[in-house]
């Protein structure tokens, strides 16, 4: 693009000032857009998926997902769609939520007693007296499969299997028999669907018999009409009823129905259209709606009337608003290599590659949201929407003792908030059995959950002994409703939506904290740090989220007039445990006895809820705490699975090591990364590719305690590059480029009015901030390398070095 700028002298007196500040302006943009214009963004393959877990390629809309594997000649296209659960009520074996008929608080008293008494119980002891047998909990179910039979021919050359993170598609190319053979599939959000198209560059070569295989603990009734493949039943444990659809439509002949299958011979393409449902309500205590044929017709009818070329650009438009917010550059090129030929090589010498990986695996991250959690449906569980079995481990649930959580840390940090309201909408669908629990479980008000919990409302225990006891999960979901409010203060959500939700939560807390004789402190009584060590009073865990949920709630009350509540949770916070203590190695104890071996590495990280994701630790405030959580987090080593890595990516770009942190970013890369880019457990398990990529945020943008800290912990891995559409608190968009590890420039995009607090090193030195529109200078002012301005809702403002 050319741009033809006047003549000095033809500039009225007055206006060259003016005309030297937006030629600067325009050259910076021009540089914004060289920076953030990085390589595409691909995951890709030369070879149909021989392992569903290791090599399928995942598309969803949140409320539908399928994996792709690509076969050549028989095509198994696995889907889901997230409702589809066994167990819950109407379940053959029973079901009771969790919760036992009968009264826990007798029994929670003796475990209070021997606590009290003997300080400590083994968590076989604990779950003998409080754990509860699980009837009828359920699995998240395989919806099917579209089996596609091709025509065979000779053998194939040219494979391509790839995902286009830019587009949010999938592609499958091959050449056989002289033909170049296209096949494209993305699920789409606006129209409720997951679109197939199959072509080639010759006239009259697509051939394949398509029908829908359904797993066998169900009943199948099997329809075909004009091209329509329609299967509806019930799951034999439950009745809960499902149907799935499949439109077949072709260009140069049309398609044949059969008895249970649709072919197309000699046709020159061919689209399908795929649609499927439950009864299932997210409605205590029956959890079932409508028949689902109305909602799968009227999508698959809807969505067929419209070509391929509408149905995709409608499908761009909704994603690429939601992913193109954000563009990394850290130095990556554009690869000619695979995949997984990209994920063995890392750390061997190419740094530019190295770079291409971790840029396309903090998209990624970004991508499987989009694609696992969207309004409507429910939030992402533990893979996420995409599961090929119905025995899933750990029955593909939601566990809330840090994995549901950690799924939605990058939702408001790299700008997805449209991705968050199916957690609001489940957290709000659990409060009336969370009520239940409080009161048969602890004798208290409000509402909470424990370790884990289904699509049926369960919020009791289970009987694991070292994993059924956490009842402090309410208040750690509650901590997401605090945190969207704080990023966009948005004050009717706060007042409608979050505030009702953390004082629940937090009266339950008022009606269970006990005082501990040994000093008089508010404490968590029985305690239990996951998932290791005995059952005590006061885990550091326990007291740290207690305390984040009552400082959170306390603010929230006051800013709302609740007077009352606020001196309640204020009189309790005075006297509260805070779960933050110095051990004799210099650790942040685990628990309230100095107990802790400096040789365990443990994969939770427990004791370090107050660094991340709770904030009160801070590096200003409590330097000594945060060395101890340096001690802590060194003693644990880099070592873990999935989830845990991620955890620490994150709790050392809280403790402002950009290095270290990159280290176990690296080092979940190459021990708990599954070819496909998946997160590994063992096995494939989400969080960790959401927590992983929040991680990368965090070391880019923090804005904990009022502060937004620009490059906080920036490794020298990425010693020159840009970030644009990051979020922080306060309602701000931010961009950021940087050269030889030092600012270059920050864009700060403001929502709201008010003052803001940032931090860098460039604020000690030379530089200047303008308002972008006007071009005026904004005044800071400085204390160190904290710069203090005032913003004004929708304008944009720019920090510079100056030379």
């Given at each position: 693009?050319?741009?033809?700028?006047?003549?000095?002298?033809?500039?009225?007196?007055?206006?060259?000032?003016?005309?030297l500040i937006?030629?600067?302006?325009?050259?910076?943009?021009?540089?914004?857009?060289a920076?953030?214009?990085?390589?595409?963004?691909?995951?890709?393959?030369?070879?149909?998926?021989?392992?569903?877990?290791?090599?399928?390629?995942?598309?969803?809309?949140?409320?539908?997902?399928?994996?792709?594997?690509?076969?050549v000649?028989?095509?198994?296209?696995q889907?889901?769609?997230?409702?589809?659960?066994?167990?819950?009520?109407?379940?053959?074996?029973?079901?009771?939520?969790?919760?036992?008929?009968?009264s826990q608080?007798?029994?929670?008293?003796?475990?209070?007693?021997?606590?009290?008494?003997?300080?400590?119980?083994?968590?076989?002891?604990?779950?003998?007296?409080?754990?509860?047998?699980?009837?009828?909990?359920?699995?998240?179910?395989?919806?099917?499969?579209?089996?596609?039979?091709?025509?065979?021919?000779?053998?194939?050359?040219?494979?391509?299997r790839?995902?286009?993170?830019?587009?949010?598609?999938?592609?499958?190319?091959?050449?056989?028999?002289?033909v170049?053979?296209?096949?494209?599939?993305?699920?789409?959000?606006?129209?409720?669907?997951?679109v197939?198209?199959?072509?080639?560059?010759?006239?009259?070569?697509?051939?394949?018999?398509?029908?829908?295989?359904?797993?066998?603990?169900?009943?199948?009734q099997?329809?075909?009409k004009?091209?329509?493949?329609?299967?509806?039943?019930?799951?034999?444990?439950?009745?809960?009823?499902?149907?799935?659809?499949?439109?077949?439509?072709?260009?140069?002949?049309?398609?044949?129905?059969?008895?249970?299958?649709?072919?197309v011979?000699?046709?020159?393409?061919?689209v399908?259209?795929?649609?499927?449902?439950?009864?299932?309500?997210?409605?205590?205590?029956?959890?079932?709606?409508?028949?689902?044929?109305?909602?799968?017709?009227d999508?698959?009818?809807n969505?067929?009337k419209?070509?391929?070329?509408?149905?995709?650009?409608?499908?761009?438009?909704?994603?690429?608003?939601?992913?193109?917010?954000?563009?990394?550059?850290?130095?990556q090129?554009?690869?000619?290599?695979?995949?997984?030929?990209?994920?063995v090589?890392?750390?061997?010498?190419?740094?530019?590659?190295?770079?291409?990986?971790?840029?396309?695996?903090?998209?990624?991250?970004r991508?499987?949201?989009?694609?696992?959690?969207?309004?409507?449906?429910l939030p992402?569980?533990?893979?996420?929407?995409?599961?090929?079995?119905?025995?899933?481990?750990?029955?593909?649930d939601?566990?809330?003792?840090?994995?549901?959580q950690?799924?939605?840390?990058?939702?408001?940090?790299?700008?997805l908030?449209?991705?968050?309201?199916?957690?609001?909408?489940?957290?709000?669908?659990?409060?009336a059995?969370?009520?239940?629990?409080?009161?048969?479980?602890l004798?208290?008000?409000?509402?909470t959950?424990f370790?884990?919990t289904?699509v049926?409302g369960?919020?009791?225990?289970?009987?694991?002994?070292?994993?059924?006891?956490?009842?402090?999960?309410?208040?750690?979901?509650?901590?997401?409703?605090y945190?969207?409010?704080?990023?966009?203060?948005?004050?009717?959500?706060l007042?409608?939506?979050a505030?009702?939700?953390?004082?629940?939560?937090?009266?339950?807390?008022?009606?269970t904290?006990?005082?501990?004789?040994r000093?008089?402190?508010?404490?968590?009584?029985?305690?239990?740090?996951?998932?290791?060590?005995?059952?005590?009073?006061?885990a550091?865990m326990?007291?740290?989220?207690v305390?984040?949920?009552l400082?959170n709630?306390?603010?929230?009350a006051?800013?709302?007039?609740?007077?009352?509540?606020?001196?309640q949770?204020?009189?309790?916070?005075?006297?509260?445990?805070?779960?933050?203590?110095?051990?004799?190695?210099?650790?942040?104890?685990?628990?309230?006895?100095?107990?802790?071996?400096?040789?365990?590495?443990?994969?939770?990280?427990?004791?370090?809820?107050?660094?991340?994701p709770g904030?009160?630790?801070?590096?200003?405030?409590?330097?000594?705490l945060?060395?101890?959580?340096?001690?802590?987090?060194?003693?644990?080593?880099?070592?873990g699975?999935?989830?845990?890595q991620?955890?620490?990516?994150n709790?050392?770009?809280?403790?402002?090591?950009?290095?270290?942190a990159?280290k176990?970013l690296?080092e979940?890369?190459t021990t708990?990364?599954l070819?496909?880019?998946?997160?590994?457990?063992?096995?494939?398990?989400?969080?960790?590719?959401?927590?992983?990529?929040a991680?990368?945020?965090?070391?880019?943008?923090?804005?904990?305690?009022?502060?937004?800290?620009?490059?906080?912990?920036?490794?020298?891995?990425?010693s020159?590059g840009?970030?644009?559409?990051?979020?922080?608190?306060g309602?701000?968009?931010i961009?950021?480029?940087?050269?030889n590890?030092?600012?270059?420039?920050?864009?700060?995009?403001?929502?709201?009015?008010?003052?803001?607090?940032?931090?860098?090193?460039?604020?000690?030195?030379?530089?200047?901030l303008?308002?972008?529109a006007s071009?005026?200078?904004?005044?800071?002012?400085?204390?160190?390398?904290?710069?203090?301005?005032?913003?004004?809702p929708?304008?944009s403002?720019?920090?510079?070095?100056?030379l």
């Open positions: 693009m050319w741009v033809r700028f006047p003549a000095l002298s033809q500039l009225p007196r007055g206006v060259f000032p003016f005309f937006m030629v600067a302006l325009f050259a910076r943009n021009c540089v914004w857009a920076e953030t214009s990085a390589a595409p963004l691909k995951i890709w393959f030369d070879a149909p998926a021989s392992d569903w877990e290791r090599e399928g390629l995942p598309i969803g809309n949140g409320a539908l997902g399928a994996v792709i594997t690509g076969e000649d028989i095509e198994h296209l889907f889901n769609e997230k409702t589809l659960w066994t167990g819950g009520p109407g379940s053959k074996q029973g079901y009771d939520f969790g919760i036992a008929s009968e608080v007798p029994k929670l008293a003796a475990v209070r007693k021997t606590l009290a008494e003997k300080g400590a119980m083994e968590p076989e002891a604990v779950a003998k007296e409080l754990g509860h047998k699980t009837v009828g909990y359920g699995d998240y179910q395989n919806f099917g499969e579209v089996v596609l039979t091709f025509t065979k021919g000779t053998a194939v050359t040219n494979y391509r790839e995902l286009d993170l830019d587009k949010g598609i999938t592609r499958v190319t091959y050449t056989q028999d002289g170049n053979y296209l096949r494209e599939y993305f699920a789409s959000y606006p129209d409720g669907v997951i197939v198209r199959i072509s080639a560059d010759q006239p009259k070569k697509i051939n394949f018999n398509a029908s829908l295989n359904i797993p066998d603990n169900r009943t199948v099997t329809s075909v004009n091209g329509r493949i329609t299967v509806q039943g019930d799951l034999q444990d439950n009745g809960l009823k499902y149907e799935a659809a499949l439109q077949i439509s072709s260009l140069g002949n049309q398609p044949r129905s059969g008895e249970k299958s649709v072919s011979e000699s046709a020159d393409s061919a399908l259209v795929l649609s499927a449902g439950t009864n299932y309500a997210q409605q205590y205590p029956v959890y079932r709606g409508k028949d689902p044929h109305s909602k799968v017709a999508a698959l009818d969505a067929s419209k070509t391929f070329t509408t149905l995709f650009n409608n499908h761009q438009v909704d994603y690429q608003k939601l992913f193109n917010r954000v563009a990394l550059n850290i130095g090129s554009e690869s000619t290599l695979t995949t997984p030929k990209l994920l090589g890392y750390r061997k010498g190419d740094a530019s590659l190295d770079r291409t990986l971790e840029a396309t695996y903090f998209q990624f991250g991508y499987l949201i989009i694609s696992s959690s969207r309004a409507g449906s992402a569980n533990l893979q996420g929407v995409w599961n090929r079995t119905n025995t899933p481990p750990w029955n593909d939601y566990h809330v003792n840090i994995n549901l950690m799924n939605y840390w990058l939702a408001e940090t790299t700008n908030q449209e991705t968050i309201p199916p957690l609001f909408n489940f957290v709000d669908s659990l409060v059995p969370g009520q239940v629990a409080a009161k048969k479980i004798g208290a008000n409000g509402w959950l370790l884990n289904n049926w369960f919020a009791g225990v289970i009987e694991w002994p070292t994993a059924f006891w956490q009842p402090e999960a309410g208040a750690w979901l509650s901590q997401h409703y945190e969207h409010y704080l990023f966009t203060q948005d004050k009717k959500f007042r409608e939506r505030y009702p939700i953390m004082k629940g939560a937090a009266q339950f807390w008022l009606d904290l006990v005082k501990d004789p000093d008089g402190k508010w404490v968590v009584s029985p305690s239990f740090s996951p998932e290791q060590g005995p059952f005590v009073v006061a550091a326990s007291q740290q989220i305390f984040d949920l400082r709630t306390s603010e929230a006051n800013f709302l007039g609740d007077k009352k509540f606020a001196q949770t204020t009189d309790i916070l005075a006297n509260l445990d805070s779960g933050l203590r110095v051990g004799k190695w210099g650790q942040l104890q685990e628990w309230k006895e100095d107990i802790d071996d400096p040789k365990n590495q443990h994969r939770h990280v427990s004791q370090l809820f107050a660094l991340h904030h009160q630790i801070d590096a200003t405030k409590t330097p000594e945060l060395q101890a959580a340096r001690t802590t987090l060194n003693g644990r080593g880099d070592g699975t999935g989830w845990s991620a955890w620490k990516v709790l050392w770009a809280r403790l402002l090591d950009g290095d270290r990159h176990v690296s979940q890369l708990s990364t070819p496909n880019l998946w997160d590994n457990h063992p096995p494939f398990q989400i969080d960790g590719n959401f927590g992983a990529t991680g990368i945020a965090e070391m880019l943008l923090q804005s904990q305690n009022n502060q937004i800290q620009l490059l906080p912990a920036l490794p020298s891995a990425w020159t840009s970030v644009k559409g990051l979020r922080a608190r309602d701000l968009v961009d950021l480029s940087w050269k590890k030092e600012l270059d420039e920050a864009v700060f995009h403001a929502g709201h009015a008010g003052e803001i607090t940032i931090k860098n090193a460039l604020l000690a030195k030379s530089f200047s303008i308002e972008n071009g005026k200078s904004v005044p800071v002012k400085v204390v160190g390398e904290l710069g203090i301005f005032s913003v004004e929708n304008k403002y720019s920090l510079t070095k100056k």
